[in-house]
Structures are given as structure tokens and as C-alpha cells.
């Protein structure tokens, strides 16, 4: 059974602050990985996907990497602000039903 | 283009009662899935249908069920509704449903079984 681990399971930082919330995972044919965004009681939004032949992707702010062999995702976040207070979660495609298998996620806390 | 949308946004039954939760997926997208998420929880899968064909199931009982119709959209029904069942469902849509394509999700029904 394939299993995602987020660690910490909660995080503060000041504003302005550079951080990297990380992702474990066991599957190691994984295909790719994908980022996502959690606001309180609200729905995932997707933030990257990286497949395990580019090692990194980017999107503005966000830098997600991703190390097959060590079984490893980073989501790094540069100059954090209040706005990016939110629950962030990883997740793997290789369930065996074809879905994705998620993490319990990092709540981020960035204080003004 | 509009993303995933869910309908209702909340939803309060009692124990023992049916609720129906109801999902259209982006235009285009062929692939629709259904996970729960509890307080505290990554979401746990429940169903994807590709193409009105149920392609896989998760570990949960037979009350729950679902189908896609020919315009994609989907239904996710429980009955006999329990006070466990109450959770965050959450909706995701995709191409074709294939591992190297992304699943985008909708904002989810909040379920509340008093």
C-alpha cells in the first residue's frame, strides 16, 4: 500500500520568510507528483505538477522539486505573505485504483 | 471557462437518511472522481468514472454509490447516512482520467449528519 507523509503538520513563519514544506512518499515508480492548495473549508486548488523526469517545475513564487530515488517532494515558497496562509498537501497518482493518494498536509501560517 | 462545480455547497441530513451530491467537471474533461475528506485528513478516494464506466473503487462500504452521465456530470449517492459519514466531498475532474494528467478539483459539499 502506497503511503504520502507531509512533515511538519503545522508551520509559522514571519512574513517575507523563504520556506520548503516537504513530501514523502513510498511509491517508488511514482509517475508524478502534484501540489495542492487547501483554504479553510474550501476545495483543493492545484498549484503544480511535476512529473519524475523534470526533477523541478515552477510557478511564480513556487518551486516544487521531486527525487525519485530518495522518495522525496519539496514545495519551496519564496518571500512569503499572509496570503499564502493556507493547508498545502501532496499527492501521488499511483493508488491502485488510479488515484491519487494524498498526504494530511502542512498548515502554513505566515505573520504579518 | 468555469472550473469544477459541486452542488450543494452544504447539506445537513440526519442518521439513517439518503443524501445525492452532484458534480459537473470542467468542459471537455471526460473523467470525474469523488473523494472524502474528514477534519484533519488528506481526502480519501471513493469512485472515478471515466466514459459512464465506473473505473475504480475505494475502501468504502456499499452504501455509497455513483454514476457519470452521457454529458460527464456525475452523481455520488450514500444511504443509511451514519455520523461518520460526515465529511468534506470533494469532486475532480480530469482529461481522461490517466496518471500523467492533472485532476482539478471544485470547492466541495459540506455534509453534516446530526
Known amino acids: 500500500k502506497q503511503e504520502v507523509t507531509q512533515i511538519p503538520a503545522a508551520l509559522s513563519v514571519p512574513e517575507g520568510e523563504n520556506l520548503v514544506l516537504n513530501c514523502s512518499f513510498t511509491?517508488?515508480?511514482?509517475?508524478?507528483l502534484q501540489w495542492f492548495r487547501q483554504d479553510p473549508g474550501k476545495g483543493l486548488t492545484s498549484l503544480l505538477l511535476?512529473?519524475?523526469?523534470?526533477r523541478e517545475q515552477t510557478s511564480g513564487r513556487l518551486n516544487a522539486s521531486l527525487d525519485k530515488s530518495s522518495g522525496r517532494s519539496t514545495l519551496y515558497i519564496a518571500a512569503s505573505q499572509p496570503g499564502d496562509s493556507a493547508t498545502y498537501l501532496c499527492a501521488d497518482p499511483g493508488g491502485s485504483q488510479g488515484n491519487l493518494i494524498f498526504g494530511k498536509g502542512t498548515k502554513l501560517s505566515v505573520k504579518p | 471557462d468555469a472550473g469544477v462545480t459541486q452542488s450543494p455547497t452544504h447539506l445537513i441530513k440526519t442518521r439513517g437518511q439518503h443524501v445525492t451530491l452532484r458534480c459537473s467537471p470542467i468542459?471537455?474533461?471526460?473523467?470525474v472522481s469523488w473523494y472524502q475528506q474528514v477534519l484533519g485528513q488528506g481526502p480519501q478516494f471513493i469512485f472515478q468514472y471515466y466514459e459512464k464506466e465506473e473505473r475504480g473503487r475505494g475502501n468504502f462500504p456499499d452504501r455509497f454509490s455513483a454514476r457519470q452521465f452521457p454529458n460527464y456530470s456525475s452523481e455520488l449517492n450514500v444511504n443509511a447516512l451514519l455520523l461518520g459519514d460526515s465529511a468534506l466531498y470533494l469532486c475532480?475532474?480530469?482529461?481522461?482520467?490517466?496518471?500523467?494528467?492533472?485532476?482539478?478539483f471544485g470547492d466541495g459539499t459540506r455534509l453534516s449528519i446530526l
Open positions: 511509491d517508488s515508480a511514482i509517475y508524478n
Open positions: 475532480a475532474s480530469s482529461l481522461e482520467g490517466l496518471t500523467n494528467q492533472p485532476q482539478h
Open positions: 468542459s471537455g474533461h471526460k473523467s
Open positions: 511535476i512529473q519524475s523526469s523534470q
